[in-house]
């Protein structure tokens, strides 16, 4: 794939026109990184689709590059979004791409503070409310409706244009679909939106559909429990949604793919986010990690039947919730500049082989 990003390369397979001004940030073509421990402790193949690597650090991007250009296309001057945060992120990044006004509705005190600093320097207009994501995205469908603003949810169909791209490239590098997709759930688009791109790839490739596992967490975790959560708790604030919008999306990929979609808890996000980082390397945001905390919840019950090849997807970069990296005892102490108290400090370290 060229470096053009996501309309440019899938331009066949987008709703677009000779208007439709082909923005790009270089969106889309992550990597898909084979994962050593998780695939050794689990007998099966499992691969990461780090999304992380997007421009705004989230699978946002993919989507959010077509529904900006069809809002530019079709004249809107403003652009508005509730958000997480990474949706917030990423509508505001493209938003100034296009030459767009951007505003988006956030609930206060609940949003990473990586995801409001982009933001707040991409230029948006950023109205934190006294209410939860749920209200917020209420709250923009009025917007919406009374004046002339695009909006750049993930109930704007565009925006499940560009992220069902991201099956795509997974069919493409592996050569085929694999047996499971992990995927955390919130709102619900992105598996909407996965099963969308499985779908029209199998009927123009022939290629097999995988089953969907998508993963809530246990405070947030409507589709599980199969009524709506009115005040969703998690950690993983980006997945804290009580009444995800595409609902009858996530249950339509659920049941036509023979899939699952269950809970994990908070201790188990935060374990799976620590063993990316320290087993795999990857750092990645909390509700990103809840795709991996679901696979070791399965092993761990013995329920992952052995050489299946599974991708998980992490969507979000772990620079976005430093709070969250850093709440579990980071404690680092100044030394004197000097040689012998290093190697003294690094000591400490050699039952460990440091030195
Ligand atoms: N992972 C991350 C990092 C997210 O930011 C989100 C959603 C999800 C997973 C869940 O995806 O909503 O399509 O089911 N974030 C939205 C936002 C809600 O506003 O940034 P979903």
């Given at each position: ?59 946002k ?36 791409r ?7 509705l ?80 919130g ?41 709506p ?12 949604i ?7 999306g996530?249950?339509?990929a ?11 808890s ?71 500049a ?18």
């Open positions: 794939m060229s470096a053009h990003g996501v309309l440019e390369h899938y331009q066949q397979y987008l709703p677009l026109t000779e208007k439709t001004p082909r923005l790009s940030l270089g969106e889309g073509n992550t990597p898909l990184v084979r994962s050593t421990a998780l695939s050794q402790e689990t007998a099966c193949e499992i691969y990461f689709k780090l999304e992380g690597c997007n421009p705004t650090g989230s699978f991007d993919r989507g959010m590059v077509v529904a900006m250009a069809k809002a530019a296309e079709s004249g809107a001057r403003a652009v508005v979004c509730a958000s997480t945060g990474n949706t917030s992120a990423s509508a505001a990044a493209y938003a100034t296009a030459g767009l006004t951007c505003a988006v956030i609930p206060s005190g609940q949003i990473a503070r990586g995801k409001l600093a982009q933001a707040y320097v991409y230029g948006a207009k950023i109205l934190a409310i006294d209410g939860n994501f749920d209200r917020a995205l209420e709250l923009t469908r009025e917007l919406g409706e009374q004046f002339n603003l695009a909006i750049v949810n993930s109930i704007n169909p565009h925006r499940l244009e560009g992220q069902k791209t991201a099956a795509f490239e997974i069919v493409d590098e592996l050569g085929r679909a694999p047996d499971i997709l992990a995927l955390p759930v709102n619900a688009g992105n598996i909407t939106a996965y099963w969308k791109g499985f779908i029209e790839y199998a009927n123009l490739k022939k290629s097999a559909r995988p089953k969907m596992w998508g993963f809530q967490a246990e405070g947030a975790a409507p589709l599980v429990s199969g009524k959560v009115a005040e969703p708790h998690t950690v993983a604030t980006a997945i804290k009580g009444n995800p919008a595409s609902w009858s996530a249950v339509r659920r049941d036509e793919s023979g899939g699952e979609i269950s809970a994990v908070d201790d188990e996000i935060r374990a799976a986010h620590a063993y990316l980082a320290a087993r795999e390397g990857i750092f990645v945001e909390p509700a990103s990690a809840a795709s991996v905390a679901g696979i070791l919840k399965k092993q761990r019950a013995g329920k992952l039947e052995r050489g299946q090849t599974i991708v998980c997807v992490l969507t979000g970069n772990g620079l976005k919730d430093i709070d969250f990296a850093l709440a579990s005892g980071f404690r680092i102490e100044t030394l004197p000097e040689t012998d108290t290093i190697v003294r400090a690094l000591e400490l370290f050699s039952e460990n082989k440091f030195l």
